[in-house]
Structure formats: C-alpha cells, structure tokens
C-alpha cells in the first residue's frame, strides 16, 4: 500500500480516494459507505478556542459541552487565551465550567499566553511531537489531541481508540460479543493504515445514523450532526 505523507492534511479529495481504499480493504465499511454515502469531513478551526472546546468536550455528551462553549463566547466575544484568563472560577462557574475543566482550560490558556506552547507550530510538526507537546499540558490526553489531530489538523491516519462511539459502532458492525477496548481497537485498525481517520469518520457516520441498533435498520435522518466525540471509554 503507498504510505500517504504523515503531514498531508485531508482534503475532500483524499477523502474520497482514502474511501475507496477503505472500501476494498473491508467489507464492513463498504457496506457503511454504499448503505449511507460518505461521511462528513467534520473539520474545525486550528487554534485556542477548537482545542478548549474539546477539553469541555471530555466526557460529556457534545451538547453539553457546546452549550458551556455557546455561553462562554456570548461573554467572551474574541475568545482568546489572554482573554479567556480575565474570567475568574465564579465567572466560569456560572457558565457551567466544572472545577477540573476551569484548571485544565486556564492551564491552556496560561501556557498559550506565555509562549510555553504555540499552536500554529503544531501545523508543521508530525504526530508524534505534537501529542508529546500537547499531553505535557494537565487535563490533556490521547483522546483530546486524537480530536484535535484528527478535525483541527486533518491528519488522515489518526484513529481516536479512546472514544466510545466508535467502540459501540465496530462493535456492532464487526458483531462482537464485548465493546473492544483501545488497545483491541489500535490492533484492529492496523489494516486501515494509512487512512484510519477516514475511517473513523465512518464509524461516526454510522453511529451516528443510528445503524449501530440493528444493521436492517437505516434513519432516514441523522441522531445528530456531529459525531459523540467528547466520550471516552
């Protein structure tokens, strides 16, 4: 198979082309792909307030996370770190920020503004350097910098094996008798290389049409629009 360059960002092309690779390689996700289409390219902004977002994202489901973050820019209109660092606990508090969720955010937002981390660097790194740069950082782990690689950076070959709609999606598409776990997950998605975030759009796209009840029955519109990416196992 011809390796595609760890740096090459997703584009709707190589979209498409790391469908129809996928496609051959396995049956199941043919079957996602000619049952429901291809899914979306679920891309976000690169930046400060992508990655706080995601850090709210942990564990919860995305609705409530993204109503903290609608509140959060309705007071913060220029959502910047220095900006984000005027509010202090009770503020964020009142916005719906957990205790732990205010340290993890306020710890992004001091290590921004004090050039301990720069995030347009992140862009020309490769993956190995940005998640040891980024998991330096208290609050944040795989699952988070899988996030940001995956629809910040549109890196093709990132496979978040901590999130749990995925788990339930290849559980039920693969008709396994127990949820893999992220180390069965990572061992199951070698095959998928290089184009495991393609992938992992698929399975999103299947869970989230709710195909994961019953393989017979297809929604005719989707549970949601964006994938349950803020679950981990």
């Known amino acids: 198979m011809t390796q595609t360059p760890e740096l090459e960002s997703?584009?709707?092309e190589s979209l498409t082309r790391g469908l129809m690779v996928l496609a051959k390689l396995d049956s199941d996700l043919a079957w996602i792909l000619e049952t429901l289409g291809p899914p979306p390219m679920w891309s976000r902004e690169p930046g400060f307030a992508t990655l706080l977002c995601i850090i709210l994202e942990q564990q919860v489901s995305?609705?409530?996370?993204?109503?903290?973050f609608t509140r959060l820019c309705a007071v913060?209109?220029?959502?910047?770190?220095e900006n984000f660092l005027i509010l202090d606990d009770a503020q964020l508090r009142a916005i719906g920020f957990s205790r732990q969720k205010?340290?993890?955010?306020?710890g992004l937002a001091n290590a921004i503004a004090t050039?301990?981390?720069?995030?347009?660097?992140?862009?020309?790194?490769?993956?190995?350097?940005?998640?040891t740069e980024l998991k330096r950082l208290k609050g944040i782990g795989d699952w988070t910098v899988d996030i940001y690689l995956l629809m910040a950076l549109q890196r093709p070959d990132v496979f978040p094996k901590g999130d749990l709609?995925?788990?339930?999606?290849?559980?039920?598409l693969k008709n396994l008798a127990t949820r893999p776990t992220p180390v069965q997950l990572e061992e199951m998605t070698q095959q998928w290389r290089p184009w495991r975030a393609v992938a992992a759009r698929l399975l999103?796209?299947?869970?989230?049409?709710?195909?994961?009840?019953?393989?017979?029955?297809i929604p005719e519109t989707p549970l949601q629009?964006?994938?349950?990416?803020?679950?981990?196992?």
């Open 10 to 12: 997703l584009t709707e």
């Open 62 to 68: 995305v609705a409530a996370a993204r109503a903290v």
């Open 76 to 81: 913060v209109v220029t959502l910047t770190p």
């Open 102 to 106: 205010i340290l993890y955010c306020r």
């Open 115 to 131: 050039g301990q981390l720069d995030l347009t660097k992140l862009q020309t790194m490769d993956e190995t350097a940005i998640r």
């Open 165 to 172: 709609a995925i788990a339930i999606a290849l559980q039920k």
């Open 204 to 217: 999103w796209h299947y869970y989230l049409r709710g195909c994961w009840k019953s393989r017979n029955s």
């Open 225 to 233: 629009t964006s994938p349950r990416n803020g679950e981990r196992l």
